[in-house]
């Protein structure tokens, strides 16, 4: 079964910084791609990043380029997202997803085609 696990959120203060991990199991790590969202209530789904594992080729959205950061530790089949100057608008939970195609990174919400629970990251002002 393919599992996603997202966790390392909490409370922050503005400015602080954050590692979400995902951690995958049920499927290839090194074949797929995987995405980070986040949601706050009353918003949208919103991509923040993606990584395609096989050449750590990363994509970071315009809304926290500069601040977030995605990699993977393939030996772990551990995704990471490094958060840093962390402001209020991130408040949001924060899950992770898995693309199953070439080309997922690409597309409108990463064509993932799994999801795990997320974890809740509060930033305080």
């Known amino acids: 079964d393919v599992q996603l696990q997202a966790s390392g959120g909490g409370l922050v203060q503005a400015g602080g910084s954050l590692r979400l991990s995902c951690a995958a199991s049920?499927?290839?790590?090194?074949?797929?791609?995987i995405g980070w969202f986040r949601q706050a209530p009353g918003k949208e789904r919103e991509g923040v990043a993606c990584i395609i594992i096989n050449d750590d080729t990363t994509y970071v959205e315009d809304s926290v380029k500069g601040r977030f950061t995605i990699s993977s530790d393939n030996a772990k089949n551990t995704v990471y997202l490094q958060m840093n100057s962390l402001k209020p608008e991130d408040t949001a939970v924060y899950y992770c997803?898995?693309?199953?195609?070439?080309?997922?990174?690409?597309?409108?919400?990463?064509?993932?085609?799994?999801w795990g629970k997320g974890t809740l990251v509060t930033v305080s002002s």
């Open positions: 997803g898995v693309g199953l195609i070439q080309g997922s990174c690409l597309l409108g919400d990463y064509g993932m085609d799994y």
């Open positions: 049920g499927f290839t790590f090194e074949d797929y791609e």
